[in-house]
């Protein structure tokens, strides 16, 4: 299986900071990533899919990136309704998808 | 709008079974390719089955084969979940997913419904 290593695993940061989530597969994936963003309590919703494209209904400050192991997730002004946890999902290794292992994003 | 809608969760002993369902609204169930995806208490994301659209084609994680098995009543625009010979570690919330075709991306999500094992 394709492991997928998300850091950090948890941060805080201010209202209006630039943050940056990492994601790592143990092998190629191409642009086979998508995030999902879970609120507490609440189910996932997809984020971003294709490693860049954003999902309908999300805000622009959200920004996808990355290609063959290394992915990134950027919000560029946090806001307080981005806390959640993110997590990224490889869909290369097709049906065996497999998620990172989550980062949770804290306002301070 | 889609909506999914989880249902036959609960607490069950150790080596029992139940049978999870999703009802599925909003969309054309029968075109959709549809996922199981649990998450332990505090823990991540696992996926666990998939089935196509006709309900003809059927894949599990190497984790719950032989225990789970995964089906769907297009007439009844429902997915299904069996589980049997449940274990500790199948203790969960348990999402139903659509796809997006047969690519693995997760487009809508329901609420899910939690299982808990303990005698």
């Known amino acids: 299986d394709i492991q997928m290593t998300q850091s950090p695993s948890s941060l805080s940061a201010s209202v209006g900071d630039r943050v940056t989530i990492t994601c790592r597969a143990s092998?190629?994936?191409?642009?086979?990533l998508n995030w999902y963003q879970q609120k507490p309590g609440k189910a996932p919703e997809l984020l971003i899919y294709d490693a860049s494209t954003l999902q309908s209904g999300f805000a622009s400050r959200f920004t996808g990136g990355g290609s063959g192991t290394d992915f990134t997730l950027t919000i560029s002004s946090l806001q307080p309704e981005d806390s959640a946890t993110y997590y990224c999902?490889?869909?290369?290794?097709?049906?065996?998808?497999?998620f990172g292992g989550g980062t949770k994003v804290e306002i301070k | 709008e889609v909506q999914l809608v989880e249902s036959g969760g609960g607490l069950v002993q150790p080596g029992g079974s139940l049978r999870l369902s999703c009802a599925a609204s909003?969309?054309?169930?029968?075109?959709?390719?549809m996922h199981w995806v649990r998450q332990a208490p505090g823990k991540g994301l696992v996926w666990v089955s998939r089935i196509n659209s006709e309900g003809t084609d059927r894949n599990y994680a190497g984790s719950v084969k032989g225990r789970l098995t995964i089906s769907r009543d297009n007439a009844k625009k429902t997915l299904y979940l069996q589980i049997n010979g449940l274990r500790d570690e199948d203790t969960a919330m348990y999402y139903c997913a659509t796809g997006a075709g047969n690519s693995g991306r997760l487009d809508d999500w329901g609420q899910g419904t939690l299982v808990t094992v303990s005698s």
């Open positions: 999902q490889q869909n290369y290794d097709n049906p065996l998808v497999t």
């Open positions: 092998q190629t994936i191409a642009t086979y």
């Open positions: 909003g969309f054309s169930f029968s075109h959709y390719w």
